[in-house]
């Protein structure tokens, strides 16, 4: 079975650094694309980046480039999403989704990360 | 690269057909075969429910459907249930030259 879960929630200050993880298993986690999605309180999906753990190739949406980082060690089947100094906007649900292999779809979710940055 | 166009909400009663649009550009919705749905419940993650604009997940029922005419594609929920109240987003592939993927602004589906 399919599975990707992340981890837990987050609270953390304005300035400070996080790095919120996704673990995949029951497939070959370096075959298939895993991203980053942002939900804010109330709002839509907005697509963050995408990464392949097969060779880490790291691909930003232009809204989030230089904002994040997006890692993967495929060693452990864990995808990473990474701040260096949060701010009270980052705050949000992040999910992590595997994309089919196609490539054009995501096909499984995690749970989500609800990440709260305030003071 | 602007989110997709969708209506905030439509509504129909149990056992109605609803159908949900989402328009973008020939960068886009009109430029590839790669138009997806996804379901997503308060609270919850999102739901794969239609993928290469018109294939269905193993799991998914046939009530849903969707299709793509242009720069415009379209999700159809036909006999409408009471579990199928949820928000829907349309995403498509937007080419490697830009990101690759842009979801749309969200639908709100209720069953009255």
């Known amino acids: 079975e399919v599975q990707l879960v992340q981890s837990g929630a987050e609270v953390k200050k304005p300035g400070e650094s996080l790095k919120i993880s996704c673990k995949g298993s029951?497939?070959?986690?370096?075959?298939?694309?895993i991203g980053w999605v942002r939900q804010m309180p109330g709002k839509g999906l907005e697509w963050m980046g995408i990464?392949?753990?097969?060779?880490?190739?790291?691909r930003y949406s232009p809204s989030f480039q230089g904002q994040v980082t997006i890692s993967a060690d495929k060693s452990i089947s864990t995808a990473y999403l990474q701040w260096s100094s949060l701010k009270a906007s980052d705050t949000a649900m992040y999910y992590c989704?595997?994309?089919?292999?196609?490539?054009?779809?995501?096909?499984?979710w995690g749970q989500g990360t609800l990440v709260t940055v305030s003071s | 690269q602007s989110a997709l166009t969708q209506p905030r909400s439509v509504s129909g009663s149990p056992g109605q057909s609803v159908t949900i649009s989402c328009t973008g550009t020939?960068?886009?919705?009109?430029?590839?075969?790669?138009v997806s749905w996804y379901q997503q419940h308060p609270g919850k993650a999102p739901k794969l429910m239609i993928y290469d604009v018109s294939k269905r997940p193993s799991g998914v029922p046939d009530r849903f459907s969707g299709s793509k005419s242009g720069n415009t594609a379209s999700l159809t929920i036909s006999g409408l249930q009471a579990e199928d109240e949820a928000d829907y987003y349309c995403c498509s592939y937007a080419g490697s030259y830009t990101f690759f993927y842009v979801f749309g602004t969200g639908t709100k589906v209720t069953v009255l």
């Open positions: 020939s960068s886009d919705v009109g430029g590839y075969n790669y």
């Open positions: 029951g497939y070959s986690f370096t075959s298939y694309w």
């Open positions: 989704a595997r994309l089919k292999s196609s490539g054009a779809a995501a096909d499984y």
């Open positions: 990464i392949y753990p097969g060779d880490s190739d790291t």
